[in-house]
């Protein structure tokens, strides 16, 4: 299979501005999307309100709207467009790519197919279709599907009044529960309730954000290990796994307020394939045709359970990740995909040998740290949930865990410079704690045992204040693999230590 | 030091810092060490494939673990880009931009561009935007290896925001060719005393300020500016950072809880100038590039006008390109004064400067002689790249080689929005301050004024409501104001509501509204017509330092039902400019190509 000759223009929707959940990765994707497709030939029509992009200068475009990214501004877009091509008698068609622009473009591109506007001008959607984009979307109907195909999910229910969402609370039997609401970006909206009041308070909140009113009330899987799959597809049903990533903090913070560490390190081979395998399964029941999806997992560390909770049908966070940790340009075979190129039809720029359907390996091991900034927002809450709160993030790479963990750590640019050891004092409230001073043992408890930006650091304080590894991970369930590779670090920080002379 | 022992740690990703404390050296001294045993770190490739086939994109991460070293040699002329690493509210975006916009325009001119950054979310960190990058963090110790290790030319430290102009100083320190602008001149902009000096040189005012270094010094300051003033640290801890403060009592308690103050960081009191309109000049300059700086070139890439008055952060306002309400006397002096400060400071490459206009005087707030946030938005309102312009002038070229000689003044009215992420914060007040917020920006570009906000309102999350009714509570000091912003809404045919303090002043003006409880009078109130979704506009201007419980309330019930609040009332009015120009004849859209 080739390329489709039938298109001559692609509309690509950007993100529009830079918020919490929704950042300069989508100026990184979009911006390889129009570049692979001009490369194609294809006339490229971008609308993005944010001009801080590189995929708005003028160059990456045929035609750039600096534009509200409106369903009703997008339609005029739609309209002005089929005109220009009639004038410049275009033979082939205008189609959407809505999946690049991450929840903004696939929201903007949802709304303009359920009002009809789409079908009435004859605009088809590439990437992923509508069908598919709702499967991936609506949670409950993705739970569904899921146990249709013999994958566990969190035992859930959807609600549409506070008083639906009792009747599931009632149902599931225990708290604490999570809150999603549908639709909304990032998790706005949702979080964990661990009491009565907190559930009726946050389920009422999560049902007014939610655009269609609805909220998924879930079993709490607080504690369990978190991992996501890369996973892409092409028109010929070819899959491959683009990255394995897992969570360092467990279940219950965002994926994009979790450190997160690439390939997965604490699954037997046989749990990962299984995890791989089930990926597959996934994207192809949900109906993604071409293009990348993300899919998160959870595993409970008790018995193994492994839940799917929830998939991207369309380049998300995680796939700018993936891509900067492998190689592997996902939103530029995305699109090529998209247009009608097979996994193995795409070259691979970086070995020029090998094709896009070879899947990456890696030997080295990749650490991601979100960056906070609650010191702007005081009377806000600092404590890690379902909802996204950083607003940046760093990456390292290294040989070991240990080494891209430090130096990711010191690429933060919080004036740390590593785990530990640099000097640096500590401030807690009006308090200062010297950098190698012992913390005290409430503090330590406290702060490992309710999920914040400084836990990482905590898990040092508490090794050098005596703690052991299963004490912390009783505080924190951080697999015990990370804690012993950290105790080596603060191990090896005594080491240089006594070496002064 | 034991080798072994360094070696372990660097292997163990510890970084020169850490050893040099735990171990009782200094960075340099480590730095020094090691280099005589050879202890260096090796360059390895990204390549999908665990070294499998060939690597054909130089993609390079650092690492002390035994093994080749992967770096292709070049002997050609390379200069290195700092990025800026991971994004942070005020430095976002907007410098990756500048920062790849340097890699374009380097790789254009014929030399091997290097970037180095640790952020993975950017197009800065794609393979194919420069020659080689360099994931790594951004501290001396990681980019002098790189440096070192590819025997670059140069290195551009202007285009990453505060991240590489911090290590600016340190780099050229240890043999690093900073090009552009030199780090000596970026210092006379920082540095409070030679910056004042430099102003006094040039006959520039700025507002009156003093500092302090303990309570008494600080109150003595601000006795003799008269309040309102600014308070900041010099040297800023934890985000505890600006504030403008009005009385006796608000200084005690900033300086008792908010900063510590002493002879080493001491405390900065501005005059905060009431009212004043504050605009934004990026420009680019080559003037350095000449002993006679006569010879060099100059040109303001745009002037930005602030929608709201002084005291609102530069990365939080709105602004209108070109200025909407300066006077040409205005604009010439802020053109003059452009100049002259661009000469003084031999700039090459960007430079940003804040004034603040009351009447006819133009203060100068602040001088960056670098890129600035606004620099991306700029470039695409003017449709000139200026990053890409000032990367090439920063390597050699002039701007009148490059045919950029004189200013341009667009036919069109482009207006930045910014986009805060107060709905993620629960509980957080949402109002501007001389601290920023924001995590984002969206234009809104038309030929028409009122159109361009509309759409840049629109653009934000927040669509001009056409009809409806329009919840007003504004300050005391906003009282004189009132009546004529609220004509505004109430000829667009909006209905008023008010609690009775304004309702009175609006009926006394002769325009209808309708009356609703305080929060604490009863209900239904303003937060239950929020609710209800029965408000479709709120105007709420703070009432002073520590706002009111139901103002708070009030405004974060705005965010959260996703009404369009404006906090001042310069906003309030371009919002009504909005709202009348899209009644009138709606909007159209047009690409950036056209335009330009």
């Keep these: 299979m080739a390329k489709r000759s039938d298109i001559h223009s692609v509309l690509i929707i950007g993100a529009g501005p830079i918020i919490i959940g929704q950042a300069c990765e989508f100026d990184y994707s979009g911006t390889q999307a129009c570049k692979a497709l001009r490369e194609e030939g294809y006339r490229v029509v971008l609308v993005n309100s944010n001009p801080a992009t590189i995929m708005t200068d003028p160059e990456f475009a045929d035609r750039t709207y600096i534009e509200p990214i409106t369903p009703e501004c997008v339609e005029k877009i739609i309209l002005r467009e089929l005109e220009e091509m009639r004038r410049i008698g275009a033979n082939g068609k205008l189609v959407l790519l809505p999946t690049l622009g991450g929840q903004t473009a696939l929201n903007t591109a949802m709304s303009l197919c359920r009002s009809g506007v789409l079908e009435k001008h004859g605009i ?378 | 030091m034991n080798a072994e022992l360094l070696a372990k740690a660097k292997s163990l990703g510890f970084s020169d810092r850490q050893i040099a404390n735990l171990t009782g050296r200094t960075e340099d001294q480590v730095r020094a060490e090691r280099k005589s045993l050879g202890l260096v770190p090796s360059y390895r490739l990204v390549d999908t494939c665990a070294a499998e086939f060939e690597a054909y994109t130089p993609y390079y991460y650092s690492t002390y673990d035994r093994g080749d070293d992967e770096v292709r040699p070049s002997d050609r002329k390379k200069v290195m880009i700092l990025g800026g690493g991971p994004n942070r509210i005020g430095q976002g975006i907007e410098f990756d931009y500048c920062c790849v916009h340097a890699a374009f325009a380097l790789k254009e001119d014929g030399f091997e561009t290097l970037m180095v950054n640790s952020n993975p979310e950017t197009v800065s960190t794609d393979y194919d935007t420069s020659d080689k990058l360099y994931f790594e963090p951004l501290t001396l110790e990681d980019v002098l290896h790189i440096y070192e290790r590819e025997k670059c030319w140069g290195a551009i430290a202007q285009f990453g925001g505060q991240t590489p102009l911090n290590l600016a100083l340190s780099l050229q320190k240890n043999g690093v060719n900073i090009i552009g602008t030199s780090p000596q001149s970026i210092e006379v902009a920082e540095d409070r005393k030679l910056f004042a000096a430099m102003l006094r040189k040039l006959d520039i005012p700025q507002p009156p300020n003093g500092i302090a270094t303990n309570e008494a010094e600080a109150l003595a300051a601000a006795h003799e500016l008269g309040y309102p003033v600014l308070v900041r640290p010099s040297f800023v801890l934890g985000g505890r950072a600006m504030q403008i403060v009005y009385s006796d009592t608000e200084l005690h308690h900033y300086m008792r809880f908010a900063v510590e103050a002493s002879p080493e960081r001491p405390v900065l009191v501005d005059k905060f100038l009431e009212d004043a309109t504050e605009v934004d000049v990026d420009c680019i300059a080559d003037v350095g590039q000449f002993e006679d700086q006569s010879e060099g070139t100059m040109v303001i890439g745009g002037m930005l006008e602030h929608v709201e008055f002084a005291g609102v952060h530069s990365g939080d306002a709105a602004m209108v390109l070109p200025p909407h309400t300066l006077s040409q006397e205005v604009i010439g002096t802020i053109r003059q004064y452009t100049h002259a400060m661009a000469r003084e400071l031999k700039v090459i490459g960007l430079m940003n400067v804040q004034y603040a206009v009351k009447g006819t005087t133009v203060y100068v707030l602040e001088v960056n002689p670098r890129a600035s946030r606004t620099v991306p938005f700029v470039s695409k309102a003017i449709g000139v790249p200026l990053a890409k312009m000032a990367a090439k002038v920063m390597a050699g070229k002039s701007l009148k080689e490059l045919g950029f000689t004189s200013e341009i003044w667009t036919k069109y009215w482009t207006v930045k929005e910014s986009v805060f992420p107060f709905n993620r914060f629960h509980g957080q007040d949402i109002l501007l301050s001389p601290e920023m917020r924001s995590t984002g920006e969206v234009m809104g570009l038309d030929a028409d004024l009122g159109i361009a906000y509309a759409k840049s309102q629109m653009a934000a999350g927040a669509a001009p409501p056409l009809s409806g009714t329009v919840f007003i509570s504004v300050s005391d000091a906003h009282k004189d104001d009132l009546p004529e912003v609220a004509r505004l809404y109430a000829d667009l045919g909006f209905e008023l509501i008010a609690t009775n303090g304004t309702a009175a002043i609006l009926e006394k003006a002769g325009m209808k509204v309708r009356r609703v409880s305080k929060l604490s009078e009863g209900r239904p109130n303003a937060v239950d017509l929020l609710k209800n979704k029965e408000i479709q506009l709120v105007i709420n201007t703070p009432a002073g330092q520590a706002p009111r419980a139901d103002e708070v309330k009030i405004r974060t019930t705005a965010v959260y039902t996703g009404t369009p609040i404006m906090t001042t009332m310069s906003g309030a009015r371009a919002m009504a400019l909005g709202i009348s120009a899209l009644r009138k004849s709606g909007y159209s859209v047009k690409t950036l190509q056209e335009y330009h």
Aim: hydrophobic share 40%.
């Design chain 1, 124 to 501: 088809e959607m590439i990437g992923a279709n509508a069908r598919a984009i709702e499967r991936g979307e609506d949670r409950q109907v993705f739970k569904d599907l899921m146990l249709e195909i013999g994958l566990d999910v969190p035992i859930s229910g959807t609600a549409h009044t506070v008083e639906e969402a009792r009747q599931i609370a009632e149902r599931i039997g225990k708290l604490p529960l999570i809150i999603r609401p549908a639709f909304t970006l990032g998790g706005t909206g949702g979080g964990i309730a661990y009491n009565r009041e907190e559930f009726e308070e946050i389920s009422k909140r999560g049902l007014e954000l939610s655009p269609v009113s609805e909220i998924l009330v879930e079993e709490s899987l607080l504690g369990w290990k978190e991992f996501e799959m890369e996973v892409m597809r092409d028109r010929n049903d070819n899959c491959v796994i683009i990255c394995s990533i897992e969570n360092f903090d467990p279940m219950g913070v965002h994926t994009g307020d979790s450190i997160t560490v690439a390939p997965i390190q604490t699954l037997t081979d046989k749990e990962f394939q299984l995890m791989r395998d089930a990926s597959f399964a996934v994207i192809r029941a949900v109906g993604v045709e071409t293009g990348g999806s993300n899919i998160q997992f959870a595993v409970n560390p008790d018995n193994g359970r492994m839940v799917i909770i929830e998939m991207n049908p369309r380049v998300s966070r995680s796939s700018a990740l993936a891509s900067k940790a492998t190689g592997f340009p996902i939103a530029k075979i995305a699109a090529k995909l998209a247009v009608g190129y097979l996994l193995d039809e795409i070259r691979n720029d970086i070995t020029r040998e090998t094709p896009a359907s070879f899947e990456p390996t890696i030997d080295y091991v990749v650490t991601k740290i979100p960056r906070f900034a609650f010191e702007k927002f005081p009377q806000a809450d600092p404590t890690l949930n379902t909802q996204m709160k950083s607003v940046g993030e760093a990456m390292a790479i290294g040989r070991t865990f240990k080494e891209s963990l430090q130096k990711a750590l010191r690429s933060l640019e919080i004036g740390r410079y590593g785990l530990g050891g640099d000097g640096k004092p500590w401030r807690i409230g009006e308090k200062v704690i010297g950098d190698r001073d012992i913390f005290p043992r409430d503090l330590i408890i406290q702060k490992l045992s309710v999920p914040n930006a400084e836990r990482i650091f905590y898990i040092r304080h508490a090794l050098r204040a005596g703690f052991d590894i299963e004490q912390i991970f009783g505080l924190t369930k951080i697999d015990r693999w990370f804690l012993v590779q950290i105790k080596e670090l603060v191990d090896f920080e005594e080491c240089l230590a006594a070496s002064r002379e």
